[in-house]
C-alpha cells in the first residue's frame, strides 16, 4: 500500500505490538496527522503518489545528508552512505580543512565532502563516535535524591545548589560515594501554581534559577547598607518557609521560594560586577549565543503575556519576527536580568560539581535529562522548527495501563533533526554535560523511537515514530566521551528487543531495578527473582526509583494502602495487600538463603540486605535511594495523581514522617550505617573477583 511505503520512508509505524506476537493496526486518521506534522500530505491518494515522488526524487539526487555518523572502526563510510551514487568521491577533512588520507578513527568532528560522477559536490558533518565507552572506573555506589527535597538548615525552604555541594562533598568523603544522582534541573514554566514536576519544564537546555544559594552570589558580599536590610528581611521570611515545611508538615512550595529569591536577585542586580566578573559574563554570553537570547526572551515576554506562547499575540508567537525583535529591544534589561539569573545558576552548577571531584568522587554529580518540555514554554517556543506542533509523546496501551499515557510533551522532528545536522540536540546534550560527571537519559528508548499522540486523540491511537538510533546514539555517546562522563539510559517498562543490547554494546548503563529483576526471558520463564549473578554488569542498580515506593514502604505495605486511600486500585485491597505481601517474602527468602540477612528480618535490616544484594551484583554502579538511608514511607511521585497526592514537594523524612534536614542526614547512624555496608560489599565483591578472575 502506498501510504504504508510512505509512512515507512518518515519512519511512522502502521502495527505496534503491544505483547509478543500481537500486532494491532494503527488508525488511518493518525498515520495520515503524523505525516503532515512531519510536513506531508498523505490525505488523499493522489497526494501520496506525490509525496512518494517527491521523497524519491530528493533521493535520487542528494549526495550527502548534513551529518553522518559512524562508530569508529564500527562501519565504513560507504556503509553510513548505502544511497551514495556509485563512482562518488569522498575526502574527510578535519575542521580546520586538513585533508585526512583514510576515514578517521579518532572520535571527533570532520567535514566530509563529496564530489559525484556528474561533477556535482556537496559537504557535510562527520561525526565519529568512540566505539564504546569506558563507564565508571571500577565499580562505585552513590546517593539518588531529589535536590528540592533535600534541604539543609541554610536553604530558603527547598533544596539548592549549596545544598547539592554539601552533599556531594559529605558523602564523598564521609561515606566514600561515587556519585549523586539528582532529579532534572531544567528551567521550570513560570506562573503561580507552578508545575511541580521537573519532568515538564520550560527548557531543557537552562537550569532553573530557583536553585541559586543566593548567599553564595558574589556580589551579596557587597549589598549597600539598605539593599542588605532588605535582604535581610527576605531571609527572614525564608527561614519561615523552610521552619514551615521541616517543622510544620507544610509541603515545599516552589512558588514561594521564588518569590522570595527574585526579590533578593533584583536587589543583588544593583551591585556593579568587577571587571573580572564582568568579563566572565561577558564571555558566557558570547559562548551561549542565540539559544540563552531567545530563553531569556521567553521569559521577558512570558513576564508580560504569560507562560503560554500560545496565548502571546500573533506577532510575538516565533522567536525570529519582527515584532520579537522589537519587544527584545523594548526589554533589554529585562532580557539582560534572565540571561544574568542563568549565568549564575551556571557558575553554581560549577561549583557543585567541583566540590563532588573535590571529594574523591570518581564520577560526581549525575544529572537527569528530561524526556521532553512543556508545549508552551522556552524551548517549544524557540525551537518551532524541529519539534512537531499538534503532537504529544507517551506510551501505547500494555498490561499495565490499558488506556496508555500521554505526556503532553511535544515530539522532536527526526526529520528536522537530520536536516540540522542533529544540532539541537548536540546542543542540549553538550549542555547537560557541562558540569557532570554522568547523563541519566529519561526514557532512553525515546532515542529509537517515540509513542506519538495526535491533539484531540486519546493514547490509544497514537503510533511510534522512529528515530536514526545510530546517530542519536552516536552523537550521545561523543559528547559524553568528550567530557569524560558516564551514560546512564533509564530502560524500565516496554523496551524494544535489541534496544538493552545495543545500548550495552555503546557502553550505555542501563537501569535495573530489584522488585523488576525477575525471569521473564525464554521458555522456562518462572518470574521468580534473579539471583545476583544473573543481573547484567552494565546498568545502574537500585532498589526503587523516585516513581516507585521507598524500601520501606515497599516491606511494610505501606504503599499498597496509601494507593488504597487514593482509590488507584484496580482489585479488592485484600487481594492487593496478599499479592504485595507474597512478592517481599520471595525477595526476603532468597536474601535468606543467600546469606544476607544475619541480623535477621526487621525492616531496617532487610534494606541492609536489599543493599548488599545489589553490591552483590556485576552491575557497575549502585544508586541508594536517599531516603532509604533514614526509613522514609513516602513517594516522591505518585504515578497517576496529581492534587490528591503532593507529588514534588515532600522533603525526606523519617520513618515517622518527620522532615529531616541535610544536617541531620549526614548524621543519622542509620544512613551511615547502610552506606557501610554498600561500601563493604562492593570491597568484598572486588576482593572475589581478584581471587577468582
Not at 230 to 259: F, M, P, S, T, Y
Request: hydrophobic share 40%.
Amino acid at each position: 500500500m502506498d501510504r504504508d511505503r510512505l509512512a515507512a520512508m518518515y519512519g511512522v509505524d502502521v502495527t505496534y505490538s503491544p505483547a509478543p506476537d500481537t500486532h494491532v493496526p494503527v488508525p488511518d486518521d493518525t498515520v495520515v496527522a503524523v505525516l503532515a506534522a512531519l510536513g506531508i500530505d498523505a490525505s488523499t491518494g493522489r497526494a501520496v503518489k506525490d509525496a512518494l515522488a517527491a521523497a524519491e526524487q530528493r533521493r535520487a539526487h542528494r549526495l550527502l545528508p548534513p551529518c553522518t555518523v559512524l562508530r569508529s572502526g564500527r562501519r565504513s563510510l560507504k556503509q553510513a552512505l548505502p544511497d551514495l551514487p556509485a563512482g562518488t568521491r569522498l575526502q574527510t577533512e578535519t575542521l580546520s580543512g586538513e585533508a585526512l588520507a583514510d576515514p578517521p578513527r579518532t572520535p571527533g568532528r570532520y567535514v566530509l565532502r563529496a564530489t559525484g560522477p556528474d561533477g556535482r559536490t556537496a559537504h557535510g558533518d562527520l561525526i565519529v563516535a568512540p566505539a564504546r565507552l569506558p563507564g565508571p572506573p571500577g565499580r562505585t555506589f552513590g546517593f539518588m535524591a531529589q535536590l528540592y527535597s533535600t534541604l539543609s538548615s541554610r536553604s530558603w525552604g527547598r533544596g539548592d545548589l549549596g545544598d547539592l555541594a554539601d552533599l556531594a562533598a559529605w558523602s564523598g568523603r564521609a561515606l566514600g560515594a561515587g556519585f549523586v544522582q539528582i532529579n532534572p534541573l531544567h528551567a521550570s514554566v513560570p506562573g503561580r501554581p507552578t508545575d511541580p514536576s521537573p519532568y515538564r519544564p520550560s527548557s531543557r537546555r537552562f537550569p532553573d534559577p530557583v536553585y541559586l544559594r543566593i548567599e553564595d552570589v558574589p556580589e551579596f558580599a557587597y549589598l549597600p547598607r539598605e539593599a542588605r536590610a532588605q535582604v535581610d528581611g527576605l531571609l527572614r521570611k525564608a527561614a519561615v518557609l523552610r521552619r514551615d515545611v521541616l517543622l510544620k508538615g507544610a509541603l515545599i512550595d516552589r512558588d514561594a521560594v521564588w518569590e522570595l529569591k527574585a526579590e533578593a536577585l533584583e536587589l543583588l542586580r544593583s551591585v556593579p560586577l568587577s571587571p573580572g566578573r564582568r568579563a566572565a559574563y561577558a564571555d558566557y554570553l558570547a559562548e551561549q549565543g542565540q539559544a540563552l537570547d531567545d530563553h531569556a526572551t521567553w521569559s521577558a515576554l512570558a513576564e508580560l503575556h504569560g507562560p503560554d506562547w500560545h496565548s502571546w499575540p500573533a506577532g510575538l508567537r516565533g522567536p525570529r519576527s519582527p515584532h520579537v525583535a522589537r519587544a527584545r529591544s523594548t526589554h533589554m534589561d529585562r532580557v539582560d536580568f534572565h540571561c544574568w539569573l542563568t549565568w549564575l545558576t551556571d557558575a553554581q552548577l560549577a561549583a557543585a560539581h567541583r566540590a563532588a571531584r573535590d571529594a574523591g568522587m570518581p564520577v560526581g554529580i549525575v544529572h537527569d535529562l528530561a524526556v521532553g518540555v512543556h508545549p508552551g514554554g522556552s524551548d517549544a517556543w524557540a525551537m518551532q522548527d524541529v519539534l512537531a506542533g499538534g503532537m504529544s509523546i507517551g506510551a501505547p496501551p500494555d498490561a499495565f495501563n490499558s488506556r496508555g499515557q500521554d505526556w503532553g510533551l511535544p515530539p522532536w522532528r527526526p526529520d528536522a533533526l537530520a536536516a540540522t545536522g542533529y544540532a539541537p540536540y548536540r546542543d542540549l546534550v553538550a549542555r547537560m554535560l557541562r558540569h557532570a560527571g554522568g547523563l541519566r537519559m529519561d526514557h532512553v528508548m525515546g532515542l529509537f523511537r517515540l509513542w506519538w499522540v495526535p491533539e484531540g486523540r486519546p493514547p490509544t491511537e497514537g503510533t511510534y515514530v522512529r528515530y536514526d538510533a545510530e546517530a542519536m546514539l552516536g552523537l550521545l555517546a561523543l559528547e559524553a566521551y568528550e567530557a569524560g562522563a558516564v551514560v546512564i539510559g533509564e530502560d524500565l517498562g516496554t523496551v524494544e528487543p535489541g534496544v538493552r543490547e545495543e545500548l550495552a554494546d555503546r557502553g550505555i548503563l542501563g537501569t535495573s531495578v530489584l522488585w523488576f529483576e525477575r525471569n521473564y526471558a525464554g521458555e522456562d520463564a518462572d518470574r521468580r527473582p534473579l539471583p545476583p549473578s544473573a543481573w547484567r554488569e552494565w546498568c545502574l542498580a537500585t532498589a526503587t526509583t523516585h516513581d516507585l515506593p521507598s524500601t520501606a514502604a515497599r516491606l511494610t505495605g505501606e504503599h499498597v494502602e496509601l494507593r488504597h486511600r487514593l482509590g488507584l486500585l484496580t482489585r479488592p485491597l485484600a487481594e492487593e495487600e496478599a499479592d504485595d505481601a507474597a512478592e517481599v517474602a520471595e525477595w526476603i527468602g532468597l536474601l535468606g538463603r543467600l546469606g544476607l540477612l544475619p541480623e535477621g528480618a526487621a525492616e531496617e535490616a532487610v534494606v541492609k540486605a536489599v543493599h548488599r544484594f545489589l553490591a552483590r551484583t556485576p552491575a557497575r554502579m549502585v544508586g541508594v535511594w536517599l531516603p532509604d538511608g533514614v526509613g522514609d514511607r513516602r513517594p516522591q511521585n505518585l504515578p497517576g495523581t496529581s492534587d490528591e497526592y503532593p507529588n514534588w514537594r515532600l522533603p525526606i523524612a523519617d520513618p515517622g514522617g518527620n522532615p529531616l534536614t541535610l544536617e541531620q542526614l549526614a548524621a543519622s547512624s542509620r544512613l551511615h550505617g547502610l552506606a557501610e555496608e554498600v561500601r563493604r560489599a562492593l570491597a568484598g565483591s572486588a576482593a572475589d573477583a581478584a581471587r577468582h578472575p
